[in-house]
C-alpha cells in the first residue's frame, strides 16, 4: 500500500498562476483532509471531506476549492495564486469506526508563490 | 472552539537523557482524543502516541510516554532514553470525538538532541 500520496512536491508559482494539488489514498478511507503548514503556526485545516460528494471549509478557506473526485481523490486547487499561499500543504485521511479517528498523512507539497 | 497550546517552541535534551514536552488544550466536550506527532526534516507526520479522553490510564509507546491530566487538560510527551533520530518538529493535537471532525493542531516544538 502506498498509504497517502501527493503530487507535486514542490512547486513554484507566480503570482496570479492556477494549480492544482492533487491527493490520493489506497486505504479505502471515507474522509480526506487538507491543512497547510506555515512556520511558527502548526498545522492549520483548509478544507476536508468527510465522504465521496461532501465538502466542507475549514479555518483558512479562503482562496482555494476543493473536489473530492471519487472516493480516492481529494484535490486542492488554486485559482489566482498570491504569496500568502507560500506554504507546505498535507493531505490527511482517516478511516471509518474506530480508525476515524486517527489520520493519516502525507508526504507534503511545498509550494512557493512569488 | 478548541485550543491547543505548546508553549515550549524548542527543547533540548542530551542523548540518553529524559525530556519532556508540554501541551495544553482548551474544550468543553468529554469525550475526544489527542495525539502527538512526530515530523522529521523529511517533512513527514509519524503518528507517536494516542490518547483516549476516557481512559485514565496513560498511554505508552516504547520510549514514548504520555502524562494526560484531564482535569488540568494538559497532555505532556515523555520521551525516554533519547536518540538522535528522536530530533524532530514534534506536534500536540486533538480531536473531538465525533465523526469526521478535523484534527485541532498546536504549534509545535522543536526538540534538538545534542550527542
Not at chain 1, 512556520?39 to 479555518?59: N, Q, V
Not at chain 2, 515530523?39 to 504520555?66: C, D, G, H, W
Request: glycine share 6%; with cysteine; charged share 15%.
Amino acid at each position: 500500500n502506498a498509504g497517502v500520496t501527493q503530487t507535486p512536491k514542490f512547486q513554484v508559482l507566480k503570482t496570479g498562476q492556477s494549480m492544482t494539488l492533487q491527493c490520493a489514498q489506497d486505504m479505502n478511507h471515507n474522509s480526506m483532509y487538507w491543512y497547510r503548514q506555515d512556520p511558527g503556526m502548526g498545522l492549520r485545516l483548509i478544507y476536508y471531506s468527510a465522504s465521496e460528494g461532501t465538502t466542507d471549509k475549514g479555518e483558512v478557506p479562503n482562496g482555494y476549492n476543493v473536489s473530492r473526485l471519487n472516493k480516492r481523490e481529494f484535490s486542492l486547487r488554486l485559482e489566482s495564486a498570491a504569496p500568502s499561499q507560500t506554504s507546505v500543504y498535507f493531505c490527511a485521511s482517516s478511516g471509518l469506526g474506530l480508525a476515524i479517528n486517527e489520520q493519516f498523512f502525507g508526504p507534503g507539497t511545498r509550494l512557493t508563490v512569488l | 472552539a478548541q485550543t491547543v497550546t505548546q508553549s515550549q517552541p524548542e527543547m533540548s535534551v542530551q542523548e540518553a537523557e529524559t525530556v519532556t514536552l508540554s501541551c495544553t488544550y482548551d474544550t468543553s466536550e468529554s469525550d475526544y482524543y489527542l495525539f502527538w506527532y512526530k515530523q522529521p526534516p523529511s517533512r513527514q507526520m509519524i503518528l507517536v502516541i494516542r490518547q483516549e479522553a476516557y481512559k485514565q490510564q496513560n498511554a505508552t509507546e516504547n520510549r514514548f510516554s504520555v502524562n494526560f491530566q484531564k482535569a488540568a487538560k494538559s497532555f505532556s510527551l515523555k520521551i525516554s532514553d533519547s536518540q538522535l533520530g528522536d530530533a524532530a518538529m514534534y506536534f500536540c493535537a486533538y480531536k473531538y470525538n465525533s465523526g469526521n471532525t478535523p484534527l485541532v493542531f498546536g504549534k509545535g516544538t522543536r526538540l534538538s538532541v545534542i550527542a
